[in-house]
């Protein structure tokens, strides 16, 4: 079945430094969403990507999807506390199965 | 709207019990999706339905696992018989094919 991996699992930054994620799905994917998580909390969508090759930022985060609908990344740039969580891609063929990748779980230290 | 509206919030409950999770999803929407989330294995799709009707459930681990939606503003995951290897949060979401909405989750706990 699809499977959706990212890397790292976890990352510790300083405050101020930048953080990457990366989403490897094992098969073509329709579109790609990302999630971000806080401790004890549920996902929250971020924001949704369609086109290949598509980047799109929110203030410090820059999303990208890949050439090949294949990968996608999420970039933070100059990291805060309130960064801290898990993030999540998530994607699938035609929309209807939204399979979650496996996760990054980012920890910010002042 | 409330959103995305899980009961219980925890449940605890013996081995050998029958245990169901309750979802109300956001009106309109008409997917919904069931979830399980572990330290070991993420989140996990079990389910997922369009129009009240159960699409794929590939993900559901064995046949103690169940799940309906009678109507388009309900849906249930029932466990029989509960087992310790259970114990997850488990979460529904809803989706008018945008954004997936989640509930608050339901954290279940089989001693």
């Known amino acids: 079945g699809q499977q959706v991996m990212q890397i790292p699992q976890y990352q510790h930054v300083q405050e101020g430094e930048d953080f990457t994620t990366y989403c490897n799905s094992s098969?073509?994917?329709?579109?790609i969403q990302w999630y971000k998580q806080r401790p004890g909390g549920h996902p929250v969508f971020l924001i949704q990507l369609v086109k290949s090759g598509e980047v799109k930022k929110q203030k410090r985060l820059t999303f990208q999807f890949g050439e090949a609908k294949k990968n996608s990344s999420l970039h933070i740039t100059a990291t805060q506390t309130t960064d801290v969580g898990t993030y999540f891609c998530?994607?699938?063929?035609?929309?209807?199965?939204?399979?979650f990748g496996t996760g990054t779980r980012l920890l910010v230290s002042p | 709207d409330a959103g995305v509206i899980q009961s219980p919030r925890h449940e605890v409950t013996e081995m050998g019990q029958e245990v169901t999770l309750r979802c109300k999803p956001i009106s309109g929407h008409d997917y919904l999706f069931w979830y399980r989330q572990t330290m070991m294995r993420g989140l996990e799709l079990l389910i997922y339905?369009?129009?009240?009707?159960?699409?794929?459930d590939s993900g559901m681990p064995e046949d103690r696992f169940s799940a309906k939606m009678p109507n388009a503003s309900f849906s249930t995951l029932k466990i029989q018989p509960s087992e310790p290897r259970d114990s997850a949060v488990y979460f529904c979401a809803s989706t008018d094919r945008g954004q997936a909405f989640f509930g608050q989750g339901t954290r279940l706990t089989v001693v």
């Open positions: 098969t073509t994917l329709s579109n």
């Open positions: 339905f369009n129009n009240n009707v159960p699409i794929d």
């Open positions: 998530a994607g699938g063929k035609g929309f209807q199965k939204l399979v």
